[in-house]
């Protein structure tokens, strides 16, 4: 097997050749005349003149040698539902859904927001979009109104595509009234609504402006409309990320460059194949969702599993029987969905054949090692991290084990990809870190192929945001503090906003996390920083033990208390040690399962805690107030 380290440098040293080989893994209607255009640093075009069309490379091009094998599959728990589509029948959605869209008027670059609960339709829609050149914009189901209102005034879209509503852990969650209130509050008026009605919530209808997709879609029932040829840096989509205070933050995505890195990722670092089946447990609305349960496996001739619901209902086994039944191979999700499985019953572990799955893969925020070894233990496959951000759209660190077999170390997502010069650099100075010194992670230019292009509408902000935080170096920074060991593995240790600055001591929450973590009873913690009139910030954590017993009174709470202080204490040292550790059974989170990290600390230091329109329990907030100050 070739070595990673020559590919690695190789596609940062010859970054035209690279691509253009990796290119091959796409289909093209017209090739590109230029590999790479960096004339405007730190713009990056690739595949200049080249044109090709997501849509195709997702679904066309595979009717010919597997139009009969499942493309898509959906699982609600919520509803009890299931369905199957082959590439032949995705074929015939996605046109029927494209010529809906142009009979409401929909044209080549034209925005449509998706507003959507994990069903068929959503990635119909989306598949529909980049078919006909017009640019999606996939707002996460169930979205507060302000923020909604925001981004359709920001995206402009000619098209609103949504539901009657979402279910999540067995309630309804409404969208229409949600939908109604951000168009009431932007100052955009889409000409047209596009409705699917699956029944679980009464919908009213505005004459001329909404539509019944279900009456549409039998009106289009054998419509074929052609692939609109896009140049390869024409807009595929805009991704909101999660998150943004102020004005929304539009990241852009190329439609030939993302198209070409996901074909690579799924070769290089998932090691797939068509006819494999990918089960990724994330939503549309999120970048993993984008990448990976419809456009990545897609591309890749693979079945992609598309799943509502949670991973513990009806029970802590369900996405294991998923694995059984639909024979999946490639299994991804996200550390805090293994956490919360790691507090079921150890039986549910066991209750069904894992047999096909060869490998599961995670990322969307920092794994630790107790809970990569704990997983990794219970179900006898290999556990895989991978590091990247909504703005890069594929991973930035990882093992591409489809070019070398390389060893997995706990607590390190693994090397910098291919095709991303990537370094740990200092935070005043932007100089190389030596390894073992933390610093940011930065990434030289060019961005390789699929990262975001811009900013939507802001070139300006773009290069601001991203590109301006180091003084004279032209560096894109992830704004994560991250360590390098002497073997190029790096470790991820949060948010360089994330810091805990005590006694003039930095400390990255990850870091004390992890230790916090490693103590047997404990399940899941979150550390913030608060503020301390002493030490300047001291750490705080709130925590979930594994055994409720072990915190049913203050007396089994204060000694579990002392230990996990202790624990901190040989790991880090003193200086780390927890000031406080509090018990909850639940932590604020977003609904796509990040820590509200900011939340917790306005709590903690009795601040409000502002915008929670993501926040996926509002019940967890309370639980830390009552853990820091008892109800008498």
């Known amino acids: 097997m070739a070595s990673y380290q020559a590919f690695h440098a190789r596609s940062?040293?010859?970054?035209?050749?690279?691509?253009?080989?990796?290119?091959?893994?796409?289909?093209?209607?017209?090739?590109?005349?230029?590999?790479?255009?960096?004339?405007?640093?730190?713009?990056?075009?690739?595949?200049?003149?080249?044109?090709?069309?997501?849509?195709?490379?997702?679904?066309?091009?595979?009717?010919?040698?597997?139009?009969?094998?499942?493309?898509?599959?959906?699982?609600?728990?919520?509803?009890?539902?299931?369905?199957?589509?082959?590439?032949?029948?995705?074929?015939?959605?996605?046109?029927?859904?494209?010529?809906?869209?142009?009979?409401?008027?929909?044209?080549r670059g034209d925005r449509v927001l998706i507003y959507m609960p994990m069903i068929p339709e959503a990635a119909f829609a989306m598949l529909a979009c980049v078919r006909i050149g017009a640019i999606h914009s996939v707002v996460f189901g169930g979205f507060a109104s302000a923020s909604l209102a925001t981004r359709i005034d920001d995206a402009r879209p000619a098209l609103v595509v949504s539901a009657d509503a979402g279910s999540r852990a067995g309630k309804v969650i409404p969208y229409k009234p949600l939908l109604d209130e951000a168009l009431r509050l932007a100052s955009h008026a889409p000409a047209n609504v596009l409705l699917v009605d699956r029944g679980l919530a009464p919908m009213s209808f505005q004459d001329g402006r909404d539509h019944d997709y279900t009456a549409l879609r039998e009106r289009h029932a054998h419509a074929r409309i052609p692939c609109v040829w896009l140049e390869s840096n024409e807009p595929s989509y805009i991704l909101y990320t999660s998150g943004t205070t102020g004005r929304p933050k539009g990241v852009q995505r190329d439609t030939g460059g993302y198209a070409v890195a996901l074909a690579a990722s799924m070769r290089h670092i998932f090691c797939a194949k068509a006819g494999d089946v990918m089960f990724t447990t994330s939503d549309v609305g999120w970048v993993v969702g984008h990448s990976y349960i419809v456009y990545g496996p897609l591309i890749a001739g693979m079945t992609t599993l598309m799943y509502e619901g949670t991973p513990v209902r009806p029970d802590g086994a369900i996405w294991w029987k998923l694995v059984e039944r639909y024979r999946v191979t490639h299994m991804f999700s996200a550390p805090t969905a293994i956490r919360v499985l790691k507090k079921q019953d150890p039986e549910t572990l066991r209750r069904h054949d894992l047999a096909t799955l060869r490998t599961l893969f995670l990322?969307?925020?920092?794994?630790?090692?107790?809970?990569?070894?704990?997983?990794?233990?219970?179900?006898?496959?290999?556990?895989?991290?991978?590091?990247?951000?909504?703005?890069?759209?594929?991973?930035?660190?990882?093992?591409?084990?489809?070019?070398?077999?390389?060893?997995?170390?706990?607590?390190?997502?693994?090397?910098?990809?291919?095709?991303?010069?990537?370094?740990?650099?200092?935070?005043?100075?932007?100089?190389?870190?030596?390894?073992?010194?933390?610093?940011?992670?930065?990434?030289?230019?060019?961005?390789?192929?699929?990262?975001?292009?811009?900013?939507?509408?802001?070139?300006?902000?773009?290069?601001?945001?991203?590109?301006?935080?180091?003084?004279?170096?032209?560096?894109?920074?992830?704004?994560?503090?991250?360590?390098?060991?002497?073997?190029?593995?790096?470790?991820?240790?949060?948010?360089t906003d994330d810091v805990i600055n005590v006694a003039g001591h930095r400390l990255g929450t990850r870091e004390i996390e992890e230790s916090v973590s490693s103590h047997p009873d404990i399940a899941e913690v979150a550390v913030v920083g608060v503020r301390d009139a002493l030490k300047g910030q001291v750490a705080m954590a709130f925590a979930i033990a594994r055994s409720a017993e072990r915190t049913a009174t203050p007396e089994g709470r204060m000694q579990l208390e002392g230990e996990v202080m202790q624990t901190v204490e040989r790991r880090l040292g003193a200086v780390a040690r927890p000031a406080r550790v509090f018990f909850v059974n639940a932590l604020p989170k977003t609904r796509s399962g990040k820590l509200l990290r900011r939340a917790i600390q306005a709590i903690a230091e009795g601040r409000d805690p502002g915008d929670l329109t993501t926040i996926e329990d509002a019940g967890a907030l309370q639980q830390l107030k009552d853990a820091m100050f008892p109800p008498a």
């Open 363 to 495: 990322a969307g925020e920092p794994l630790d090692e107790p809970t990569a070894r704990w997983i990794h233990e219970a179900i006898g496959k290999p556990v895989v991290d991978n590091y990247w951000q909504t703005e890069t759209g594929w991973p930035m660190l990882a093992l591409p084990r489809g070019v070398e077999d390389l060893p997995t170390k706990f607590g390190s997502p693994g090397l910098p990809v291919y095709g991303y010069r990537l370094t740990i650099v200092d935070e005043q100075t932007g100089e190389p870190c030596p390894p073992g010194r933390k610093g940011v992670v930065a990434l030289e230019a060019p961005l390789p192929p699929g990262c975001m292009s811009t900013i939507w509408g802001d070139d300006e902000r773009y290069v601001a945001t991203y590109w301006s935080g180091f003084p004279g170096k032209l560096l894109y920074s992830s704004f994560d503090w991250g360590i390098q060991d002497e073997d190029g593995y790096v470790t991820i240790l949060g948010r």
């Open 12 to 107: 940062v040293n010859e970054p035209g050749p690279f691509w253009s080989e990796q290119a091959r893994l796409v289909d093209w209607h017209a090739p590109a005349s230029q590999p790479l255009d960096l004339s405007h640093p730190p713009f990056s075009r690739w595949f200049v003149g080249g044109l090709t069309n997501l849509c195709h490379n997702a679904v066309d091009r595979h009717l010919a040698e597997r139009g009969d094998q499942p493309a898509l599959i959906h699982v609600s728990t919520e509803t009890g539902t299931e369905s199957a589509y082959t590439y032949a029948q995705l074929h015939d959605e996605v046109n029927r859904m494209a010529a809906v869209m142009q009979a409401l008027g929909v044209r």
